[in-house]
């Protein structure tokens, strides 16, 4: 399941798992959560081009991101930098520390092959920009603004998701309205530096036309 409506009104919290490689480690104190390492990640573009990616955090053809886990190491707990772990985890935010990508070290598994980071959860639409045509390659692209606020968070994320206009024949985004809620679960493509808007490049080939009620 990649895009749904759904009429339920209840919004869940983000959820992000994928494969990455754990590229250097920062000590860090948070009076609610103790102690922390804040990781740094690097994650593969994709091949593709979208509008917008010149305004994301990143380094050449990689999107650099942060995650967050409790410091475990008095317990043995101690991920290996360089290291590829399959992570998962919630991102949330709040006003002091803006938002955050954490995850429990101990279900960190160790893996060969990296993996983009994917992203799903539900929100409520904030806006519908439709592309007026393709570039001259056959480019383009829908976006989704989204708002994230589970009523036990404190604060909300947003998210701006990313649709091929060529995946227009199988949903007419047209009809969907502002305040609809959906569900989604898309491949991250960056944060944007200027807003901390997260982007999720999301595919409606798996769509489910149906409404949960």
């Known amino acids: 399941m990649d895009f749904v409506v759904e009429g339920s009104g209840v ?16 000590t860090s104190f948070d009076y609610d959560k103790g102690t922390c390492n804040v990781y740094l990640v690097k994650v593969p573009d994709l091949s593709f081009t ?10 050449d053809a ?8 409790p410091c475990l190491e008095d317990l043995g707990v101690n991920l290996t930098l360089l290291g590829k772990y399959e992570l998962k985890g919630l991102i949330i935010r709040d006003d002091a520390c803006g938002t955050t990508w954490e995850f429990n070290p101990l279900l960190a598994r160790m893996s060969k092959q990296l993996d983009h980071l994917k992203v799903s959860g539900s929100g409520c639409i904030v806006t519908v920009n439709l592309a007026l045509a393709a570039d001259k390659d ?27 206009i060529r995946h227009r024949d199988t949903i007419d985004l047209k009809v969907i309205d502002s305040g609809t809620i959906i569900q989604f679960c898309g491949t991250f493509i960056g944060e944007e530096t200027d807003s901390g808007i997260i982007r999720l490049l999301v595919s409606l080939d798996k769509l489910l036309s149906e409404t949960i009620n």
């Open 50 to 59: 979208f509008i917008g990616d010149d305004n994301v955090y990143r380094e």
């Open 138 to 164: 056959g480019h383009g692209q829908d976006e989704i603004l989204v708002n994230n606020a589970p009523s036990d968070f404190a604060s909300l994320i947003q998210l701006r998701l990313i649709v091929n």
């Open 11 to 26: 919004i869940c919290p983000l959820n992000f798992s994928g494969v990455v490689k754990l590229l250097s480690k920062e």
């Open 62 to 69: 990689k999107f650099i991101q942060t995650i967050v886990a």
